[in-house]
């Protein structure tokens, strides 16, 4: 389906070369003073045109079309659209005959018996996380000026020493190949107390609304899957004062599934873009035989980059549910 949450519930629509993209959020309490001017930071980190990233260059300007009434929230539903400008339709004419590896083009067909939209990769493109990023603002505002989100890449292409990245996107995109990455989000401020236990979980709505983003294949939270590799003697956080701060933070600020005060510590896996412009071996459906894929279009080299605020939009969502329900 495309919505989410119990409070704050979210509906992301659209197509990468329909006319727009968008989200619509239902459980916005009214009088949170907002405009289209607050969404223009975490968009800009979106945005394509540095190196690595896609020529597809779009506005992205916010349209708020309900919900808001001089400047604050209603109370009603919150719809902002985003009008698609610059696409290239026919780059995708052949995929419904040769889907792309490791893209969403087959099982599309499979699942929506053909009629689905396959140009850009249609609902499943990466496009449509605009309206997760539109969102994850809201979400913020919800959470308060005292909760402060801090996201950085920390590798690329498997390489955690940020003077490399440069050379290994450039060498990737000399070879029309791609490259992956890992994104760690961190958050401060968050009072103790929200999620709980079992199916909702801080790290299970979390994990669920990062998952959702295209490209996230691991996320884990604190200590990871390191954590496999300590003694529980190595791993336990001890409790150094009344406010339930620990003297290290391997749970990544989060006990029983519930918010222990201290710092949110997540980090998300992002795979290699699967359109690469490198000839593939892929199945013809029209000529039943293997045969060689050239993919046309605009993709990015290392979406990593801008995944993060991505990443980081879907944490400040699945707070931000928690909080309303607290």
């Known amino acids: 389906m495309n919505s989410w949450g119990d409070k704050?519930?979210?509906t992301i629509w659209g197509e990468s070369h329909g006319t727009q993209v968008g989200v619509s959020i239902d459980g916005v309490p009214a009088g949170i003073k907002l405009d289209e001017e607050d969404f223009a930071t975490d968009l800009d980190r979106r945005r394509a045109g540095a190196a690595g990233t896609t020529p597809r260059k779009e506005s992205d300007s916010p349209r708020i079309v309900?919900?808001?009434?001089?400047?604050?929230t209603t109370g009603s539903p919150l719809t902002i659209e985003f009008q698609n400008e610059n696409t290239r339709s026919g780059d995708y004419s052949n995929l419904t005959i040769h889907p792309r590896p490791s893209h969403a083009d087959w099982v599309a067909q499979q699942k929506y018996d053909g009629y689905n939209d396959p140009r850009g990769g249609g609902h499943f493109s990466g496009r449509i996380t605009l309206g997760m990023v539109a969102a994850g603002v809201v979400a913020k505002k919800i959470l308060g000026e005292s909760v402060n989100f801090s996201t950085d890449i920390v590798e690329i292409g498997g390489q955690t020493d940020k003077t490399q990245?440069?050379?290994i996107i450039d060498r990737a995109h000399h070879e029309q190949d791609s490259v992956g990455g890992i994104i760690e989000c961190r958050v401060s401020?968050?009072?103790?107390g929200l999620g709980e236990p079992f199916f909702d979980s801080v790290e299970s709505l979390a994990a669920h609304l990062l998952f959702a983003v295209p490209a996230v294949k691991g996320v884990e939270f604190g200590a990871g899957f390191a954590a496999a590799k300590m003694k529980g003697s190595e791993h336990n956080d001890p409790i150094i004062n009344a406010t339930g701060a620990t003297l290290t933070n391997h749970a990544g600020g989060i006990v029983g599934g519930?918010?222990?005060?201290?710092?949110?510590?997540?980090r998300i896996a992002i795979k290699p873009t699967a359109s690469i412009s490198q000839a593939q071996q892929t199945f013809n459906f029209a000529s039943g035989k293997i045969d060689e894929l050239i993919i046309k279009g605009r993709h990015d080299v290392c979406i990593t980059l801008r995944a993060a605020v991505v990443a980081e939009a879907a944490l400040a969502i699945a707070l931000a549910d928690?909080?309303?329900r607290a």
């Open 165 to 167: 990245w440069a050379t």
């Open 66 to 72: 309900s919900g808001l009434y001089n400047g604050f």
């Open 322 to 324: 928690l909080k309303l």
């Open 189 to 192: 401020g968050i009072e103790a």
């Open 8 to 10: 704050f519930r979210l």
């Open 258 to 266: 519930i918010t222990n005060g201290n710092e949110i510590v997540a």
